[in-house]
């Protein structure tokens, strides 16, 4: 599939076309669907993580191609740590395998790691591994690749709110200096594009406690499609459909 400057003409069943000038800036997708995709095939549900995490790479590689400028992937919730403990250890032990077989490729094509979410409660080997990542791709500038883990939309408004409050105690700011671009400052997507178009397939319809700060004026769109059957046409097809949208945050149409 090539992509040109402008406009592309992909065949997935019938004609799509992607405006490439009018692009999302940045998408966020909750990846789900990983256990129901495993339990169809009669395998355990980590099979569909490990399915889903061959999209992961998959997909970054899309946005890559597109240019897209920052891509949030919701990887594990703080509500994730009600699974069984075998499952967590095999979400986090594909992490580990994400990073230590992507990294290289990650930093060629100079993209940043950013992790949304507090990384200080996961398993050591899971912290060192993710460290690594942000810190041999902290000066990357053509994509950033925000990976949720450990995290949560309320954790990160309420981790705001006390780091501002805390500058305001200390007398670093004024209460009537805290505007919307200051707060925004304090989240973990600081000094991003805002969150233009949000992906969940899976086929439920809520955003469950993913950036929920960022999602004020976001697209929604909904698939059916499982995660691990989350390919880049699908991907595309999410896009095409975010062109048509009309965006008027509050105001009207021309
Ligand atoms: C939700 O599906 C998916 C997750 C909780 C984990 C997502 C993780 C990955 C795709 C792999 C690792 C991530 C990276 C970034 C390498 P589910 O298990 O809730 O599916 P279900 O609703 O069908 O049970």
């Known amino acids: 599939m090539r992509l040109g400057p ?10 799509m076309s992607i405006d490439m000038s009018n692009l999302p800036k940045h998408i966020g997708i909750i990846m789900d669907g990983n256990g129901r995709w495993a339990k169809k095939r009669g395998l355990h549900r980590t099979f569909g ?20 400028k920052s891509l949030s992937l919701y990887a594990f919730s703080t509500e994730n740590w009600k699974r069984p403990e075998s499952e967590i250890s095999k979400l986090m032990d594909l992490l580990i395998y994400y990073i230590e077989n992507q990294l290289e490729k990650i930093k060629k094509n100079n993209i940043k790691i950013n992790v949304l979410g ?37 954790d990160e408004i309420l981790r705001a709110t006390k780091l501002v409050a ?65 390919t880049e046409e699908v991907l595309l097809s999410a896009i095409s459909d975010f062109q048509k949208r009309s965006r008027r945050y509050g105001g009207i149409d021309e």
């Open 6 to 15: 402008k406009r592309v003409l992909i065949l997935y069943g019938g004609i």
């Open 49 to 68: 993580h490990r399915e889903g995490t061959k999209r992961v790479i998959e997909i970054v590689e899309a946005c890559y191609k597109l240019e897209i």
């Open 118 to 154: 507090d990384i200080s409660q996961l398993p050591t080997k899971v912290k060192l591994s993710v460290e690594r990542a942000l810190n041999e791709t902290k000066h990357n500038d053509k994509m950033i690749l925000n990976i949720g883990l450990n995290y949560g939309g309320r």
């Open 166 to 230: 805390e500058e305001v105690s200390n007398g670093n700011m004024k209460l009537e200096d805290i505007t919307s671009d200051i707060f925004e400052n304090y989240l973990y997507t600081s000094g991003q594009d805002e969150l233009d178009l949000l992906i969940r397939p899976s086929g439920e319809l809520r955003v469950s406690n993913f950036m929920l700060y960022q999602l004020a004026y976001s697209e929604f769109w909904f698939s059916d499609v499982l995660w691990p059957d989350f």
